[in-house]
């Protein structure tokens, strides 16, 4: 599996994925309907933070890391 996540892009994923997890934890006032989705898109953006591999640039031959 090669990378195909950049530095910059990985910081941006794994700071709104915490933030999204952050929301879906909360116990804010009309949030209820939100924070399941929050959750699982939180997850799914730290995840690709980490391993620095996004499925989702694959069709369209998307790498924002450096090529070497």
């Known amino acids: 599996m090669a990378k195909n996540v950049g530095g910059i892009d990985r910081v941006i994923r794994a700071v709104v ?3 999204l997890i952050a929301y879906a934890v909360s116990n804010l006032p009309g949030a ?3 924070m ?3 959750g699982i ?3 799914i953006l730290l ?3 980490i391993f620095g591999f996004c499925p989702a640039y694959l069709p369209f031959g998307i790498k924002t890391c450096k090529v070497k």
């Open 41 to 43: 898109v939180g997850f």
């Open 17 to 19: 994925g915490i933030a």
């Open 32 to 34: 209820e309907n939100w």
């Open 36 to 38: 399941v989705p929050a």
């Open 47 to 49: 995840l690709t933070a």
